[in-house]
């Protein structure tokens, strides 16, 4: 997978070094450009921002920077074979006022070949640019969580390790993101729950008995259990929304258990009167 990333701090990307991300980089499975969109200006102060119109506090980027950085960088993109049209990037906007990022985003994220990340500083971008290459591409709008940070170069961080993550061979085991929380699949929409490792004692405090039977069905109900009680305590707008289908018999008797209930439309609901541990 190609990422670029346009940016007026391109030290701050400096972690895409580090760690997973980096040595996906090294093996040569993530191709990450960082680009200082000043490169793309042409005045003496190399300015990308200007007051907004309307008026009101703070600055916006200025389109033509914008325009001139993306342009180039998506005329690199050699075709995926010769005689056929020149690769087509995904542009990703950080933004708060975005679709929330999740795991059902990365997933779809990481089956595109290139990524072309646009993290804005000041007010956001000019309007515009979202505008005109939405005409071409296909253009993600997206934020990461309910607040507002000082610019969204910590946002292309985020976004870039979770779908990085997911590319064949990234992670050591290919089975590792299986049981995420958030994992598209049979447990979809629950927070994983806790997990252990050695040694079994630790400060007095022991490990579940069943982790130490060896009997995989028992594990994995006791697993799935835990997760639902989990997502049930920090997450319940999760089992709110679950498609009720996906759960069996044992999943029901415990939601019941944890005072939640099914309504006429089917979905879960907290027991009237159930007050939270
Ligand atoms: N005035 C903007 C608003 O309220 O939507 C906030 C602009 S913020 C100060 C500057 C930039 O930081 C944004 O344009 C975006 O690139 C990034 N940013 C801030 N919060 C973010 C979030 N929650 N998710 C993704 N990007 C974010």
Same mark, same amino acid.
């Given at each position: ?69 993306? &342009? $180039?960088?998506? !005329?690199? %993109? +050699?075709? =995926?074979?010769?005689? *056929?049209? @020149? ?91 299986? &049981? $995420?929380?958030? !994992?598209? %699949? +049979?447990? =979809?929409?629950?927070? *994983?729950? @806790? ?83």
């Amino acid at each position: 997978m190609r990422v670029d990333v346009v940016t007026i701090f391109p030290e701050y990307l400096e972690p895409l070094n580090v760690s997973l991300v980096g040595k996906a980089r090294a093996r040569g499975q993530l191709d990450v450009r960082v680009h200082d969109l000043r490169r793309w200006t042409h005045d003496r102060h190399h300015t990308v921002d200007d007051t907004p119109y309307g008026g009101g506090p703070g600055m916006v980027m200025k389109p033509e920077p914008w325009g001139e950085a993306l &342009d $180039d960088i998506i !005329a690199s %993109g +050699a075709p =995926a074979a010769p005689g *056929e049209p @020149p690769a087509r990037p995904v542009l990703v906007v950080p933004t708060p006022s975005g679709v929330p990022f999740t795991q059902t985003l990365a997933v779809e994220l990481s089956a595109r070949p290139w990524l072309i990340f646009a993290p804005a500083r000041y007010e956001g971008i000019d309007r515009r640019v979202i505008e005109e290459y939405g005409e071409h591409l296909d253009v993600y709008e997206v934020s990461i969580g309910d607040y507002v940070l000082a610019g969204g170069e910590a946002a292309v961080l985020v976004i870039t390790e979770a779908v990085a993550r997911l590319l064949p061979g990234v992670l050591g085991n290919a089975e590792s993101h299986r &049981d $995420d929380s958030f !994992a598209p %699949g +049979a447990m =979809a929409d629950l927070l *994983e729950g @806790p997990v252990y490792t050695k040694p079994p004692e630790w400060r007095g405090r022991g490990i579940p008995e069943v982790l130490l039977s060896g009997h995989h069905g028992k594990i994995a109900r006791w697993r799935r259990d835990e997760a639902f009680r989990r997502t049930a305590r920090n997450r319940p707008d999760l089992i709110e929304r679950c498609d009720p289908a996906a759960l069996d018999k044992h999943d029901r008797a415990l939601l019941a258990e944890l005072g939640w209930e099914q309504r006429p439309d089917g979905r879960f609901g907290r027991t009237a009167g159930v007050v939270e541990e």
